[in-house]
């Protein structure tokens, strides 16, 4: 599913950065020197480019002034940056990315053989096709509707296909436009916040408390279980709500999900609820909000293949849009936002569609679900990796991401004492909101080796 965010600080080389790690002394006295393997035949080659001759010449256009608000980067480019810096410093070093979420794994050939199948008919007279339904596939949609909520009310015309849960964020605020106020748990994925401030929706960044007026931040930690006291959240028009949560990992149990739903009727407020991680529930945790009575009323959900048929690239998801959820005046939010797809989007590619139907047969939900019970075990071996280490961890169980708690510290300088002693990329927990400073989320989206490996290197660091 996939950010942000922030209204953080950060850092713009890695130069600085690094320079201010080296010459820190006030380091966690755990932290230990990491022997590192190396690649023997690994080289790097830095020329010299002329700088661009710059222009005199501007425009008289003014800058959109919401886009002036944003912080620095946004987040995973951000860490991608770094990455690539600490590479050419250390040419011959093996980094291992358990940083940004990008799954690592074969697509199941139920799968990609669907794929190629479709793309091959398309050199046929018989199989072309061009433009499609903005809304999807009539036959995807009614597979999506039964396999993922068979009993709960959800019909065919209730699903929109798209390219990806994060577009249908961006299609979602500007459905809502920039007059309403919205709510997000603090720390979640960074695209809610971004998006909200691109639209307008937002007052300026305060910088005293690393938040944007206007937005209410919904405090979930540790000691609330990552879900907020709701008693102390005021109102707002639309509240973002992510299930298991990225980064927290932490999945909303179904008492919870019912106070929210409650809360969202009493409040006249719409619920946009991210379910990108739903198929990585173990328990009897929901795994949508249409599970609980009366969420179709308030709510809309988005999810995605990305994370769990390895479609990150691909790019296929979708956003239910229930016909009972109603505007103040009693039009219908779907008929709205049936026009936005219709406006901005041209559907999604023929050939992905092919691939989400595959997804939903019998034998391509077997398959993903062994893909994503392997990345269960990677987090189950990063768990047990931090807590041998006497780190408190959440997440992990429910989710792909591990959220490991460095008290007193500050998430980017985390960051950068594990990429520079151990060449292993992590999120800095700070980048998805200020509730996330002092933590650090892992990913489990690795191959087992590289896992293994890094694990290996926090012991010798953190040991």
């Not at 023997?40 to 256009?61: D, I, L, R």
């Not at 719409?270 to 308030?298: Q, T």
């Not at 002693?421 to 927990?429: C, D, F, N, R, S």
Request: aromatic share 10%.
């Amino acid at each position: 599913m996939s950010a942000i965010h922030h209204p953080h600080h950060l850092p713009t080389s890695i130069s600085s950065s690094t320079s201010a790690f080296l010459g820190q002394n006030n380091f966690n006295t755990r932290t230990q020197s990491v022997p590192l393997p190396v690649r023997s035949n690994g080289s790097c080659k830095c020329v010299a480019t002329p700088s661009a001759e710059k222009s005199a010449n501007t425009t008289k256009v003014s800058r959109n002034a919401n886009m002036a608000k944003l912080q620095a980067g946004y987040l995973f480019p951000e860490v991608a940056r770094r990455k690539a810096a600490h590479m050419l410093k250390y040419p011959d070093a093996e980094v291992i990315s358990l940083g940004i979420g990008d799954t690592t794994e074969p697509i199941p050939e139920v799968i990609t053989s669907a794929m190629a199948k479709r793309s091959n008919a398309l050199s046929t007279i018989e199989g072309y096709s061009g433009y499609g339904a903005e809304q999807g596939e009539k036959p995807l949609r009614a597979a999506i509707a039964k396999a993922f909520y068979g009993h709960l009310g959800i019909e065919e015309d209730d699903i929109f296909v798209s390219d990806g849960a994060k577009s249908d964020i961006s299609r979602l605020q500007v459905l809502f436009g920039s007059d309403v106020t919205m709510a997000v748990q603090d720390p979640s994925y960074p695209a809610y916040v971004d998006s909200s401030v691109i639209m307008g929706q937002t007052k300026q960044f305060q910088k005293d408390i690393e938040k944007y007026a206007n937005i209410e931040y919904m405090s979930c930690t540790p000691e609330n279980g990552f879900f907020p006291d709701l008693s102390k959240v005021s109102r707002t028009d639309i509240i973002f709500f992510c299930s298991p949560n990225n980064p927290t990992g932490s999945a909303a149990s179904r008492e919870q999900l019912t106070r929210l739903v409650q809360f969202a009727k009493d409040n006249g407020s719409i619920i946009v609820y991210d379910s990108a991680y739903a198929l990585y529930i173990s328990d009897d945790n929901p795994r949508s909000i249409f599970e609980i009575p009366g969420a179709k009323e308030i709510a809309i959900e988005t999810s995605s293949f990305s994370k769990y048929a390895g479609f990150t690239g691909v790019r296929l998801g979708w956003t239910v849009v229930p016909k009972q959820l109603l505007y103040s005046d009693g039009f219908p939010v779907a008929k709205d936002f049936n026009r936005i797809v219709c406006t901005c989007f041209n559907g999604a590619s023929n050939i992905a569609q092919s691939g989400a139907l595959a997804c939903v047969s019998p034998d391509g939900l077997k398959a993903i679900h062994e893909v994503i019970g392997f990345y269960k075990e990677n987090a189950d071996i990063i768990m047990d990796t931090f807590n041998s280490l006497g780190f408190n961890v959440y997440g992990g169980k429910n989710a792909p991401y591990v959220w490991v708690h460095f008290p007193g510290r500050s998430s980017w300088d985390v960051f950068s004492e594990i990429l520079e002693k151990t060449h292993v990329v992590t999120t800095p927990g700070s980048g998805f909101g200020p509730g996330g400073e002092g933590f650090v989320r892992v990913s489990a989206f690795c191959h087992r080796s590289n896992v293994l490996e890094a694990c290996r290197r926090f012991k010798q660091l953190y040991k």
